[in-house]
């Protein structure tokens, strides 16, 4: 009898502890924030109702069947019209800070600032920003989450073309004027590698252009630093000593883990971070593109026949004015990935893969998601903070995303809430051992909602959505409660130090 009983302690004792093995029981410091994150084309939906023009993704979604599932954002989590319901929830969750990002084509329909202003949208978004203010949590404004003015890509091919630096500029002043008193930290731009590498590239995003590989991406993400340097310099200039905000890029990137302790492996990983968080962040912060980036890319396009490097050039003037247009960086992470160092491969046509030469792969024991790209390795967020405090001169961080996808219908989502217990404890190790200075946290995402091209085939919500009911219902996964826990205690574990 008493044998058995014994057990049940222990046994029970050792889930508990099992449960809290890895997770650090320091709590974050008392002025750390916690937030979550959307988009607008992802939960909005709304696509044409009150005025509001067409968008890349629109067109995308509705001419190609590019789309896994054939679904679409018309409806999407019909935030357009729940977003009372939607702050009530954000509300209760207790978030210090929402992260959402302005529909362009919702405030001017044909992207330009002599076109129309929408009214209508213009109250959308002011009523937001009311409803958060209601609730004191602040705003986390993104200007550009991916969903182009179709306009803008008729007339001159978006971000192709410099005609899009002035364009963008216009808009985002517009944003400052209209929002910016209530606006604490600016967004200019969500993932610039995404939008160029996948919209340019390889045709995982709109407007999934793929005809000049090796070249379109490099040229998109030119004219994209020069946009977000403008717009940084407008903000600075005219806006930031009245609305007291902070305004950035931000930037994706995994930790990319030497595959061996070999230096060429080593070298292997640096490249790789170089030729992808590094081909903005080094402009940003010191002015020009990493020198490997420049020699690389120079040394194949001659070696290609080209008269100069595919990769453009900045002038002396753009290079001062790119250099410091970040008040912080924002880092959006989800995963790591191996990277192995390899010959150089052949010169042919030109590919953005090949500049790099790097070959890159996951380590089949880590824990899968939905998500293809997503293998659960918490560490990995550690060791990329401080890469970043080194390299970069030791900026103040922010998360802006960082989440974990199932196939949808989990309530009881263990998994999800795991991720967040493991990646934030290395948020906790990168902060207090590492002396990272990262300031806030955003978890990806609020709702479940329209995972690009993967449709609504993985889901990354912390609260689920129905989304084969015309109402949209929302219910709590069990990863709110655990997040409300954090943000009430500031602490990931049931009692911290
Ligand atoms: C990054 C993007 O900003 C967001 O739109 C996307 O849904 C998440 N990653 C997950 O893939």
Known sequence: ????????????????????????????????????????????????????????????????????????????????????????????????????????????????????????????????????????????????????????????????????????????????????????????????????????????????????????????????????????????????????????????????????????????SERKLQFQFGWFAHPIVYGNYPQVMIDRIEERSIKEGFKESRLPKFTDNEIEDIKGTYDFIGLNHYTTTLAEWSTDIAIGKPKSTKDISVNIFKNSSWEGSASNWLKVVPWGIRKISKWIKDTYKNPEIIITENGYSDVGGIFDDSRRVNYYREYLSNVLKAIYDDGVNITAYAAWSFLDNFEWLNGYTEKFGLYSVNFSDPERPRTPKSSVNYYKNIMATKCLVDQCL
């Not at 329909?109 to 009311?130: F, M, R």
Request: charged letters at 25%; a negative charge.
């Open 1 to 268: 009898m008493f044998l058995p009983k014994l057990f049940l302690v222990f046994y029970t004792l050792s889930l508990f502890w099992k449960k809290n093995e890895c997770a650090d029981n320091r709590k974050f410091p008392s002025e750390f924030k916690f937030g979550v994150a959307t988009a607008s084309y992802q939960i909005e939906g709304g696509w044409n109702v009150d005025g509001k023009g067409e968008n890349i993704w629109d067109r995308l979604t509705h001419e190609t069947n590019l789309v896994k599932d054939n679904s679409t954002g018309n409806v999407a989590c019909d935030s357009y019209h729940k977003y009372k319901e939607d702050l009530a929830l954000l509300g209760d969750l207790g978030v210090d800070f929402y992260r959402f990002s302005l529909s362009w084509s919702r405030i001017l329909p044909t992207g330009y600032i002599d076109g129309q202003i929408n009214d209508a949208g213009v109250k959308y978004y002011e009523e937001i920003l009311s409803e958060l203010e209601k609730r004191g949590i602040e705003a986390m404004v993104t200007l550009y989450h991916w969903d182009l003015p179709q306009k803008l890509q008729d007339d001159f091919g978006g971000v192709l073309n410099d005609t899009f630096i002035e364009v963008f500029a216009n808009y985002a002043q517009l944003a400052f004027e209209l929002f910016g008193s209530r606006v604490k930290h600016w967004v200019t731009f969500n993932e610039p590698f995404i939008i160029c590498q996948q919209g340019y590239e390889n045709g995982l995003k709109a407007p999934a252009i793929t005809k000049a590989p090796g070249i379109d991406l490099y040229t998109c993400a030119h004219v994209i630093l020069k946009a977000h340097a403008k717009a940084y310099r407008i903000y600075d200039k005219s806006y930031r000593k009245t609305q007291n905000g902070k305004i950035t890029i931000v930037l994706n990137t995994d930790w990319f883990e030497p595959a061996s302790s070999d230096s060429k492996d080593l070298e292997a």
